[in-house]
């Protein structure tokens, strides 16, 4: 490729990137705009509250319980004898609920959930139901896009509430009854040691209801973008679970710099 070309194939792709930001940076604000009709979309809401809940429930609690195993294992294994275990079952406690569990979560869900209202809305557009809806009158952004923003700002952190106790709760059997590595009062000294409340919030809160807006808003975008039939909407779905980790990513590290 000439350097001409080059440099044209880079303008272009900034071009993109630019347009796309601000696209859904339009779709975000259509979408808040929308919320006040959100009555009107009910039902549409619940449907979307059990896809992002009882239905991501067993992902959630596999991920979980092996989350707790995992750094558990990882926590003893890095420890040293010169360190009291209870500074060790703290690191152990705070990493998995405000870093590891959330994103690890996230990350599994973007695939899932991500993958699913992209193609979902995708094969609407391919379809043209998108177009139907306007000509009911229904607004699309109303009826597709705000009942799963919401749902995955309200669903996502009650499942990552439920994952890191039971993270939390495998860890302790793992560390008190399968290794006796520390006893059970030894363990709640560690997790009680130097305890804030506002991690808690961070970790099970804060990070999961952004998290779950992003997913939700760039599923949707690619859903309402998709073009070219079946293999557009394999392209939409895939570009949804890519693009939504990314930002996940760049998410979990500024939320952690401005708020701890």
């Known amino acids: 490729m000439s350097r001409g070309k080059l440099l044209i194939k880079l303008g272009e792709s900034g071009i993109n990137f630019f347009v796309s930001v601000h696209e859904l940076a339009v779709l975000f604000l259509q979408t808040i705009a929308s919320f006040p009709k959100i009555w009107f979309y009910r039902r549409q809401l619940i449907d979307q509250m059990y896809n992002f809940s009882i239905s991501t429930l067993p992902i959630a609690i596999v991920i979980s319980i092996f989350v707790g195993f995992g750094s558990t294992v990882q926590g003893v294994y890095q420890s040293s004898g010169l360190i009291p275990r209870s500074f060790t079952i703290n690191v152990i406690f705070k990493s998995t609920v405000i870093e590891l569990s959330p994103i690890i979560l996230s990350l599994v869900l973007a695939g899932k959930i991500g993958a699913s209202v992209a193609a979902e809305i995708g094969s609407m557009k391919i379809t043209e139901q998108i177009d139907a809806l306007e000509t009911i009158p229904l607004d699309p952004i109303g009826f597709l896009v705000l009942p799963r923003m919401l749902a995955a700002f309200v669903m996502m952190p009650a ?32 997790m009680k040691m130097d305890f804030k409340l506002f991690e808690i919030l961070l970790g099970s809160i804060i990070k999961p209801a952004t998290f779950g807006v992003f997913i939700a808003l760039i599923g949707s975008y690619f859903g309402l973008k998709t073009s070219g039939g079946a293999r557009g909407v394999g392209k939409s779905s895939t570009n949804a679970v890519v693009l939504s980790a990314i930002v996940i990513v760049i998410l979990d590290y500024y939320l952690g710099e401005l708020l701890l």
């Open 159 to 190: 499942i990552t509430l439920i994952a890191n106790f039971l993270a939390m709760f495998s860890s302790f059997f793992m560390s008190t009854y399968l290794t006796e590595w520390i006893s059970a009062f030894e363990f709640l000294n560690g």
